[in-house]
């Protein structure tokens, strides 16, 4: 059941102004509680539309031109930060500043491999010789067409050729008319005969003058026409002349390659001339041991399959249909950089296997099967930047294993290999295994914080893979000179979107939302993307209502209009507190019930309400009952609060008898996992009043951590947490006497907005930093904390005496009892 606010027994030591002399020795200074960035600032600062750098990043930068300069294996980069901090944009413009060093580029080019056609060739260039070199080849291959060509019209040629072809012929006719000869004084002939669809040669006997099949010379045998002796001779004779016949075709068909062959050595001998002269001046244009060594295997594949580039009106056989046989003598420039004036930088921004390594294309012949060549090979992203930079998004890569695997493989052997993308599946039929190409390219990888820390750690060669981690901070200090590059950077966003004009009051309050996004008042925020956000909305807006430039009071109303957009699960919650539904108290004193403070963090918007924070207390040994974690919905920060507290208690109070209690610590109407120990103190403060049952004010809300010692440490969203208790004491309705305390660390995060400020100046609201436990004692219960004497003992009547007292009873209650 739980106890409502009632009024305080406790009278305050002294009061100035209706306030205990505590707490206003604690109330933190008006100079403190004012923030502001004015116009005079901003005019004193503004250098209009001056050039300038990347701002607040001098350690990332550092990082950037040490990593880019370096030549070293393995000195690539892992680009951290949050987003918004300029990372892509400070990797993309400290770049372009080593982009004008091209000694590094190569043109690739894949060439056909005449002794494996499986596994095409490589071949690297100079940037722009790769074309070069393939239209050498073109032109080889034309030269050679154009010198057979020209061979019909060599009188020496065609003399040599028809002598060679007329003596062949003379040799077969002889042959044939001599085998003939015989074979009709034998009584046969030499005839053609149809075999389903092929034709052939066969041998026949004549019979009256005509030559007859042996199935009609069967039939006469049997109808007693010619005799069974003459029709086994014939065959017997029919037999011999048959392999005769073969023999002499055997020798014929060896004939005619000969022929072939001495037609092809004329030919060779003709083009040779022009074959050698052109090579030659490719190799003397084009050096390089690879390049050489084709050239070789070129020349002997050529000279070898001269008559491929016969003129078509020739009887030489042509290519065939789907093979084109003079396509393996092309050169495949994957990587071309005849035109390129600078090294590449190249953002990858959906990366995949094919994307990054290159592909392999494959078309489909009239039999179904698919066939790649070469000439199919394309070229990825690590292959067209190399010589340069790859920049890649960690995202993207790393949750895909298959990729990021390959992905350091390449870094590592600074190879890439263009192969099927790697699957589930068979590599797919007629697929290539190309050489594998030599890389040197500096890849940078940008990713979120914690991310480099976890790979590092977790992968044993990504640290030597990504030597260099370029840090981006979220924050800068604020000093004259980094306000003055915020001010330029608003100029630059204005003038390069075509904004409106931004006034002197519009720019302190964009300074003033910088400061707030870093918490800290000589901080400013560089997150310049919400930055200019802000300042795109406020265009919009200013636009909506006619204005001609943007003023603080645009600004304020483009911060209204997004906090309407953002706030409703903050509307729900206010309403529930209005009606009471949740039971907060901003009045009046209560035993064992305290406001913290919590901050509910959308990632777009953060707001902050007070919670009911409740302690019950008994004699017992269960220690301190952490009801969140008990129920599963307590984070592992909380629970490390919550063990701090039970050390608290034991060293503060209990050093000469046993610390024998049971408590129990609730966020009253919590459903949601309660995490971050920014309570713990709130939750000594309940715990100490449950057990002194010293009552609590319930108008004053608390945040702020503790250690063992006592002392209060800072947390973060200090304002946010002001600010949400202040605006639930206005709901509620303000009484003059409601505050906050803060850690004392805190007071460098105070930027409050102008209403808060104006309501605690003017001693509506109130703000107390504190350093220990007993600062803030003093402040809840009106009551003195106490020290302890020489003698050991805290002074009577103080809030530390009496939960020593009650600690001490309940050690001799839980003896007695356990004595029973």
């Known amino acids: 059941m739980s106890q409502q606010p009632s009024p305080s027994t406790n009278t305050p030591i002294d009061s100035i102004d209706g306030q205990p002399h505590i707490s206003s020795a604690l109330r933190v200074h008006d100079d403190l509680i004012r923030f502001a960035i004015t116009e005079d600032d901003i005019s004193r600062l503004d250098n209009g539309d001056r050039e300038f750098d990347i701002i607040g990043q001098p350690r990332a930068l550092r990082a950037l031109h040490m990593a880019l300069q370096m030549r070293g294996r393995g000195y690539n980069l892992f680009v951290t930060g949050v987003p918004g901090t300029g990372r892509r944009s400070a990797v993309f413009q400290v770049a372009e500043q080593y982009r004008d060093d091209t000694s590094r580029l190569k043109d690739y080019a894949y060439v056909f491999n005449f002794r494996r056609h499986d596994r095409p060739r490589l071949l690297t260039f100079a940037p722009g010789a790769g074309d070069r070199f393939r239209a050498a080849v073109k032109a080889l291959v034309e030269t050679v067409q154009r010198s057979l060509e020209a061979l019909s019209e060599n009188r020496g040629f065609t003399e040599q050729r028809d002598r060679i072809i007329i003596e062949a012929e003379g040799r077969e006719n002889r042959a044939l008319r001599d085998f003939e000869g015989r074979l009709g004084k034998e009584g046969f002939q030499i005839v053609q005969v149809e075999d389903s669809q092929d034709q052939r040669t066969d041998i026949a006997p004549v019979v009256d003058g005509e030559a007859t099949s042996f199935d009609a010379v069967q039939k006469r045998v049997n109808g007693g026409e010619i005799e069974e002796s003459h029709w086994r001779a014939l065959r017997e004779k029919y037999y011999q002349y048959m392999d005769e016949m073969n023999q002499i075709f055997i020798r014929l068909r060896g004939e005619r390659s000969r022929v072939e062959q001495s037609l092809k050595e004329l030919r060779v001998g003709a083009v040779a001339p022009h074959l050698e002269a052109a090579i030659a001046e490719i190799r003397t244009t084009f050096e390089g041991e690879e390049i050489h060594g084709w050239l070789d295997e070129l020349r002997t594949d050529m000279v070898e399959n001269i008559e491929w580039f016969m003129p078509a009106d020739n009887d030489a056989p042509q290519d065939e249909p789907g093979e084109p046989q003079l396509a393996r003598y092309d050169v495949n420039v994957i990587v071309d950089h005849g035109s390129t004036a600078r090294a590449p930088l190249i953002f990858e921004s959906h990366p995949d296997y094919q994307k990054l390594f290159g592909s392999q294309e494959f078309s489909l012949e009239p039999t179904g099967e698919a066939r790649s060549s070469f000439m199919m090979l394309r070229a990825g992203a690590l292959l067209s930047a190399s010589g340069g930079f790859l920049v890649l998004r960690a995202e993207d890569v790393i949750p895909h294993d298959e990729l990021w695997n390959a992905l350091k493989r390449a870094i590592n052997d600074a190879r890439a290999e263009i192969r099927p993308v790697p699957g589930p599946f068979p590599v797919q039929a007629g697929a290539l295994k190309p050489e594998p190409a030599p890389i040197d390219v500096k890849v940078i990888l940008t990713g979120p914080e914690p991310l480099y820390d976890i790979l590092f750690n977790q992968d044993e060669e990504f640290g030597k893979l990504f030597k260099v981690p370029a840090e981006f901070d979220s924050m800068m200090n604020r000093t004259d000179e980094t306000t003055r590059e915020y001010v330029g950077f608003t100029r630059m966003i204005s003038r390069d979107e075509g904004l409106l004009p931004l006034e002197p009051s519009g720019v302190a309050a964009i300074v003033e939302y910088g400061i707030r996004l870093s918490e800290f008042r000589d901080k400013l925020s560089t997150r310049f993307s919400l930055v200019a956000d802000v300042m795109r909305e406020a265009d919009h807006w200013a636009r909506s209502e006619g204005r001609t430039t943007i003023d603080r009071a645009v600004i304020n109303r483009t911060l209204a209009e997004r906090r309407f957009l953002y706030n409703l699960p903050e509307e729900k919650i206010d309403e529930q507190i209005i009606s009471g539904e949740l039971l907060i108290g901003v009045t009046g004193s209560a035993v064992g019930r305290i406001n913290g403070l919590a901050v509910i963090d959308r990632g777009f918007y953060a707001f902050a309400r007070p919670m009911l924070i409740t302690a019950r207390t008994a004699p017992g040994s269960d220690g301190i ?192 009892f356990g004595g029973n």
């Open 625 to 816: 009952i952490n009801i969140e974690r008990e129920s599963g919905l307590s984070g592992e920060l909380h629970d490390k609060g919550i063990y701090i507290l039970e050390g608290f208690l034991q060293s503060k109070y209990a050093k000469d008898f046993p610390l024998s209690i049971t408590a129990s610590v609730c966020f009253e109407q919590s459903y949601v996992e309660v995490d971050g120990d920014s309570a713990s103190s709130a939750e000594v403060y309940v715990l100490l009043s449950s057990i002194a049952e010293v009552p609590l004010r319930q108008d004053i809300a608390v945040t702020g951590s503790v250690n063992q010692m006592g002392e209060i440490q800072p947390v973060g969203g200090i304002s946010e947490k002001i600010e949400g208790f202040f605006a639930v004491c206005k709901y509620l309705g303000l009484t003059g006497t409601q505050g906050v305390i803060i850690p004392r660390q805190n007071l460098p995060n105070l930027i409050l907005d102008r209403e808060v400020q104006e309501a605690i100046l003017d001693r509506r609201f109130h703000i107390y930093a504190v350093a220990t436990i007993d600062e803030g004692l003093e402040i809840l219960t009106g009551m003195d904390a106490g020290a302890r004497s020489a003698r050991g003992r805290f002074e009577g009547g103080t809030v530390n005496a009496v939960v020593e007292r009650r600690l001490r009873e309940m050690a001799h209650q839980v003896k007695s």
